[in-house]
């Protein structure tokens, strides 16, 4: 289970069906499901009676603080509509630049790797992804040095968040031995950092970043975010927001790798959609199979692969009963590769969601940025975000697998390839990109 907790929860599906309970580190009761009409009563018809679990509330809020991932009922709804601003379409366009500028220095580093040889893809993504979701939150002039460093922190917390969670029974260990306090000091660390950026703000001009929204934003009596809720809800917006991007974007160039025909007709709605055009959020809906690919690779490779809730009072879905107190976990990545639910589901296959097959898909069968009231606040973010980079390493390199690699994934708190996924890049043919535009 601590190993690879997806396929063990694979095989009990199997053999003992859509819902079943399980104890979690060998201690914990937990119902799994991966029926979309528990699902569907868990994240959305009965919402109210689900608070995020403990192991979200007290592990990750033990790291986080109280922020948008991290609290529940009033807090959070309050929290959500404050938020939320920082993502609708004007906000989205504006940042626009903000990432372009981000993804240019990004890919001049990049450049200079992939020259060397093979590399790689998964943390050089991740560096694209979070120098972009930073310099979304803070601003262009956030130093590189501060970016890695706040990096670093937030996966090793991630990891050591995992372990806590995966071997409760270590708990104790962990406390004794100095590496939970190792794990706090570094989490201070990197909250001074950023504290910095904040209080620069405070005292300088106004900035066209989620860093401003947040700090504009409103409550009822007229009061704003205190330095520390600004603080809180920053850093779990950089942890929210980098990793699902760069994790999409490594399996979607694994996945491309094999494909030529979909890679060069991927390239070719590129160039007729942009026509020289920097990608901006006005762009996105009009990719079409640009959104099937995403949506496909997500659906193989869901970044977050399950969601936990916690029963407040009992409960019930059909026969299935859900004590008071239950921790009820939505096992994503069980309902994204279910065969009664998607044909052929270990295959890599676009078409699924073109505008006519989508409708054939049972509701809450697919869960990429969660369902009901908790869905994913920067799902339109990361779209743009996968679609920007996608776009600008499709039209500079060619790529291909390095040979005899194993590539499996890794259930953390998000679905990482376990070895990484290293790749040769060579710089594009330019007589290639004309053959796309005109056939």
């Not at 950092?193 to 929204?213: A, C, E, S, W």
């Not at 942009?274 to 006005?282: A, I, K, Q, T």
């Not at 898909?361 to 779209?383: D, E, K, S």
Request: hydrophobic letters at 40%; proline letters at 5%; charged letters at 25%.
């Amino acid at each position: 289970m601590a190993a690879n907790p997806v396929q063990v929860l694979c095989k009990y599906a199997e053999s003992f069906g859509d819902t079943f309970r399980f104890y979690l580190g060998g201690i914990k009761e937990a119902i799994v499901t991966i029926d979309p009409a528990v699902i569907q009563h868990v994240l959305k018809t009965n919402a109210d009676n689900y608070q995020k679990s403990e192991i979200q509330v007290k592990r990750m809020g033990h790291f986080l603080g109280k922020g948008l991932l991290t609290t529940h009922g009033e807090p959070w709804k309050t929290q959500r509509r404050l938020i939320q601003k920082g993502f609708d379409r004007k906000q989205l366009e504006a940042l626009s630049a903000i990432m372009q500028d981000s993804l240019a220095e990004s890919l001049r580093e990049f450049d200079r790797q992939v020259s060397v040889g093979p590399v790689d893809i998964y943390p050089h993504l991740m560096k694209m992804t979070f120098a972009m979701v930073a310099r979304s939150l803070f601003g262009a002039r956030l130093k590189d040095e501060d970016i890695d460093l706040v990096s670093h922190t937030i996966l090793t917390v991630q990891e050591f968040i995992v372990k806590q969670t995966l071997m409760p029974y270590l708990n104790p260990w962990f406390a004794a031995t100095g590496e939970l306090r190792r794990h706090e000091e570094m989490r201070a660390q990197a909250d001074s950092v950023l504290y910095k950026y904040i209080k620069q703000r405070r005292n300088g001009p106004p900035g066209n970043d989620l860093l401003q929204t947040l700090m504009d934003a409103r409550y009822a009596d007229g009061e704003g975010m205190s330095d520390e809720l600004v603080l809180s809800e920053s850093m779990q917006l950089l942890v929210a927001g980098h990793e699902t991007s760069s994790n999409a974007l490594s399996w979607l160039l694994y996945l491309l790798s094999s494909r030529p025909d979909v890679l060069e007709r991927l390239r070719l709605e590129f160039d007729t959609v942009l026509d020289g055009e920097p990608l901006s959020y006005l762009h996105v809906m009009r990719f079409e199979f640009a959104n099937q690919i995403i949506s496909e690779a997500l659906r193989l490779y869901p970044p977050f692969w399950m969601i936990d809730r916690m029963a407040v009072a009992d409960d019930h879905v059909g026969d299935v009963a859900i004590p008071a107190g239950s921790t009820v976990i939505v096992f994503v990545y069980g309902a994204h590769h279910a065969p009664r639910y998607w044909e052929d589901a270990e295959s890599f296959d676009p078409e699924r969601f073109t505008k006519a097959n989508e409708k054939l898909h049972p509701p809450f069968t697919y869960l990429p940025f969660g369902g009901g009231p908790r869905g994913c606040i920067g799902g339109n973010y990361a779209m743009l975000q996968i679609l920007m980079i996608l776009s600008k390493v499709l039209m500079k390199y060619d790529f291909e697998l390095t040979p005899g690699q194993t590539i499996e994934a890794r259930p953390m708190v998000i679905l990482r390839p376990k070895h990484g996924i290293r790749m040769t890049f060579t710089p594009a043919a330019a007589q290639d990109r004309e053959a796309v535009t005109q056939s």
